[in-house]
């Protein structure tokens, strides 16, 4: 018995020495203000995480990868009679902003299309940029129900306005009619775009 009370002793000496108590309450401050930290850290970080991986009770991931659609134009000439292929990509950043990548009469005489498009409305789209390898821009007008009026107004040393419209036959598949260099010599041209 004696020695419990030794130790009760020893302990309220040990616990009353105010040099101690002082030290005790550093290292509990310290550690709490620690503890903290580690918590902000670890907020930051799943924060971090979760805009590249994305999670409900986490900010959504902000760099998003582009949708991208992908068209083939086959179309013919009325007079004089020839074939032309145009492959095109579409990359969507966001609500209003785009991006055409694509390849004008391949095969026959290859050009690039690399523009920028900003959506100005639901419906209208502008584009600007290089077209079949010239400075030009462009318009592309499309209603819900799947028709859809394109122009395109390029090469500044002659310039040149081709329009045509189209007619969603199903997701994958319009035709359309239309004219291109309207501004000299207008060319009939029709064709089928494919989607993939």
């Known amino acids: 018995m004696r020695g419990s009370n030794q130790i009760a002793t020893d302990l309220h000496e040990l616990t009353g020495d105010p040099v101690l108590q002082n030290d005790l309450k550093l290292t509990v401050a310290n550690l709490r203000a620690t503890t903290e930290k580690s918590q902000q ?11 590249f991986v994305g999670n409900g009770d986490v900010v959504k991931p902000r760099f998003r990868l582009p949708t991208v659609e992908l068209t083939s134009d086959i179309s ?43 959506k100005l409305t639901d419906t209208l789209t502008a584009r600007y940029g290089l077209y079949a390898s010239k400075i030009g821009g462009g318009l ?3 209603t819900t129900s799947g028709a859809q009026l394109r122009a395109d107004l390029w090469d500044t040393s002659r310039p040149r306005l081709d329009l045509r419209s189209g007619f969603r036959v199903n997701n994958n598949a319009s035709i359309w009619i239309g004219a291109d260099n309207l501004l000299r010599r207008p ?3 029709f064709g089928v775009q494919l989607k993939n």
């Open 76 to 118: 013919e000439q009325v007079s004089p009679t020839r074939l032309r292929l145009d492959v095109n990509a579409r990359f969507g950043f966001g609500a209003r902003s785009e991006a055409y990548l694509g390849l004008y009469d391949l095969g026959q005489n290859t050009r690039l299309t690399l523009q920028a498009g900003n």
């Open 187 to 189: 060319v009939p041209i």
């Open 140 to 142: 592309d007008f499309r």
């Open 41 to 51: 850290v670890v907020d930051k970080f799943n924060n971090l995480l979760g805009k």
